[in-house]
């Protein structure tokens, strides 16, 4: 089974200033996508950027970037000019593009915006 | 409906009652999924309906764990004889279709206590 691991439980960054995420994760497979979900304190999880594994570019979504490594299989995200809106718990995910019926999820890393 | 809704939002119950939880996804949306969030963890894949079947049960902790969807809509997910061990947020999300990404929407969850 696939697995997704994010090794930073917390992190805090200073209101505008940059901050990065980490994860990593192992499969077998060369076709899947990477997803980085925001779950704020209502519960919902939000989706904040995906990744197809076959493209080479990295996403991109305004504030918000993907430094996504293949061969490393490493996905961290980068969140730029941070607000005090980007506080919440930040979910790693990854789904297979063959079977594509479940998200692996890593267990998460809770993000403090420092005004 | 605009959104994937849940109820009840919060169920505290006694160990070894029966408990139902509700998934109403987006309308139209043919495939739906059920998740569970315990403290401090990610998100564990429990099972998905692609209309009214459940392809994939293999995310169902144990027998006491079972669910349904009728009218390829509505799901319920019934836990048995409750034990506290199963204390945790239960999320649904619903797709477009199977294996579909896009439009891939969450639920805020039902926080279940056992007590």
């Known amino acids: 089974a696939q697995t997704v691991t994010q090794s930073q439980p917390e992190m805090s960054v200073q209101e505008a200033e940059t901050v990065t995420l980490s994860c990593t994760y192992d499969t077998s497979e060369s076709d899947y996508y990477l997803f980085w979900y925001k779950q704020p304190p209502s519960r919902q999880m939000i989706l904040v950027i995906r990744q197809e594994a076959y493209k080479q570019q990295n996403a991109t979504e305004n504030r918000f970037s993907v430094n996504f490594q293949k061969a490393a299989k490493s996905f961290s995200l980068k969140i730029s000019d941070s607000q005090l809106g980007d506080a919440a718990m930040y979910f790693c995910?990854?789904?297979?593009?063959?079977?594509?019926?479940?998200?692996?999820f890593g267990t998460g890393t809770s993000l403090t915006v420092i005004p | 409906g605009a959104g994937v809704s849940q109820s009840p939002s919060n169920k505290v119950t006694e160990k070894g009652k029966d408990v139902e939880l509700r998934c109403d996804p987006i309308?139209?949306?043919?495939?739906l999924y059920w998740y569970r969030q315990s403290l401090g963890q990610g998100l564990e894949f429990l099972i998905y309906f692609q209309g009214n079947s459940a392809p994939d049960k293999s995310g169902l902790p144990s027998d006491r764990f079972s669910a349904e969807r009728t009218g390829g809509s509505v799901s319920t997910l019934t836990i048995q004889r409750t034990q506290q061990e199963d204390s945790a947020v239960y999320l649904c999300a619903s797709s477009p279709e199977y294996g579909r990404t896009n439009g891939y929407t969450f639920g805020s969850g039902t926080r279940l206590t056992v007590v």
């Open positions: 309308s139209g949306h043919t495939a």
């Open positions: 995910a990854y789904r297979s593009a063959r079977t594509g019926n479940q998200f692996y």
